[in-house]
């Protein structure tokens, strides 16, 4: 539970900082390249091709946007289903990005998919495939976004709760739509828990098959990456980011809005990450070892260093820092320790799906177009131009305003925040 004078609200800045007319300018110029793929085509505006069919907008736009999003429901099954309450303030910045990551994960993914205004055939019962890894897939990204706006709608309705003033002749309807307003609020908080399960259960399900997608290619994928537990793999990564995230984003947005960290709360997250992290690291390193993989190691090429990276950045650096508890309460170190295991899903993602991928007998290298670059870009751009309108109009965040530096660790000046 938030404390009495820390309770959600809007944040009272301008929108168009400088960092946002140059996220809006990148923004802008993506909507132009996503434009011209649906125009032309992918054979015009991508390097795709028949043995290499994905490329950065599976790699990043989806699978690592969906991994990156696992922060809403990791925090809701630690506040909500394991009733930890202290955390209840980190549920809605995390469950606002994960709405956000999923919604752009549809954008983005539309943009690979080849007939992409055949999108809603998951809809149709009679054009389900349940032997297809992509249907389920597709079908529990579908069902945990509606889920996802069924868990935000709340927030929507506690702005204008209170609140309601139409224009005009309108005017008329104000008590008839208040009433509906908390008619509706009463209603979605006794049902809500059912989608905090749901969301919870779904998210497993689909971050685990996204992993699936590769097993069916045994004789494509080096033996670093290739293995059958691979879904299991895809789990607890996405389960050992959540509150990383959580940390990233809470961290940005204290930096960006002039807000004073909740640093006690995000040290208390990030004791759970190494024991995480570390269940990972044994299950991937033990799976090598099973494998006979480990002698992959010793050769030097693209495969060998970018696992190094990906599991020495990623997994044992931040694991080492955040078994300190004096890196755990220093802002500085919670945001390096964030930022690295982010970085080490992002590389893992590329290498499962683009590093590991070597179709046999391929005289061909896939390397983005530019067009397939300034797409990822913008769609990166624009969901945190919509993050930051939402966060300044919406009950979101509940903080006390003041200055801070991210890289002293220390409050500058105090201010208070207006709702």
Not at 23 to 47: K, M
Not at 189 to 195: D, T
Not at 270 to 293: E, H, M, Q, V, W
């Amino acid at each position: 539970m938030t404390n009495s004078h820390e309770v959600p609200t809007p944040i009272n800045v301008k929108y168009f900082s400088k960092g946002a007319i140059v996220l809006s300018f990148l923004t802008l110029i993506g909507l132009c390249g996503y434009i011209y793929r649906l125009i032309v085509g992918l054979d015009a505006s991508t390097n795709l091709n028949n043995q290499f069919p994905w490329g950065i907008w599976i790699a990043i736009d989806v699978a690592s946007g969906v991994a990156l999003a696992a922060g809403g429901f990791t925090t809701a099954l630690l506040a909500d289903v394991f009733h930890k309450d202290k955390y209840h303030s980190l549920t809605r910045p995390a469950l606002l990005t994960a709405m956000l990551g999923y919604t752009f994960v549809v954008v983005g993914l539309l943009a690979d998919l080849g007939r992409y205004y055949n999108v809603w055939h998951p809809m149709i019962p009679s054009m389900w495939q349940g032997n297809s890894v992509l249907f389920e897939v597709g079908l529990c990204v579908m069902i945990y976004l509606n889920v996802l706006y069924c868990e935000f709608l709340p927030i929507l309705i506690e702005k204008f709760m209170g609140h309601v003033n139409l224009p005009g002749i309108l005017s008329r309807y104000n008590s008839l739509v208040e009433s509906l307003l908390r008619i509706s609020n009463r209603t979605l908080y006794r049902v809500l828990s059912l989608f905090i399960i749901a969301g919870v259960v779904l998210s497993c399900l689909h971050q685990s098959s996204l992993g699936t997608l590769m097993v069916i290619a045994p004789y494509k994928m080096h033996p670093l990456w290739y293995t059958p537990i691979l879904p299991l793999l895809f789990l607890l990564s996405a389960i050992s980011v959540g509150f990383p995230m959580v940390i990233f984003e809470s961290i940005l947005s204290a930096w960006s809005f002039k807000l004073k960290p909740e640093t006690k709360t995000l040290a208390s997250i990030a004791k759970y990450t190494p024991f995480l992290l570390f269940c990972y690291l044994s299950i991937k390193l033990g799976d090598l070892a099973i494998r006979n993989a480990f002698g992959y190691l010793t050769e030097i090429n693209i495969q060998s260093v970018a696992f190094v990276l990906e599991i020495g950045i990623g997994v044992i650096l931040p694991m080492v820092l955040l078994f300190q508890k004096s890196k755990r309460h220093s802002i500085k170190y919670l945001f390096i320790s964030a930022c690295c295991i982010i970085f080490g899903i992002l590389v893992n993602r590329i290498n499962v799906f683009l590093i590991a991928y070597t179709p046999p007998f391929s005289n061909d290298f896939y390397f983005p177009s530019l067009i397939e670059v300034i797409v990822t870009v913008g769609l990166i751009s624009g969901l945190i131009l919509i993050y930051r309108f939402m966060v300044i109009h919406l009950p979101v965040i509940s903080v006390q305003r003041v200055k801070f530096n991210i890289v002293t660790d220390t409050p500058k000046s105090k201010a208070t925040i207006k709702g």
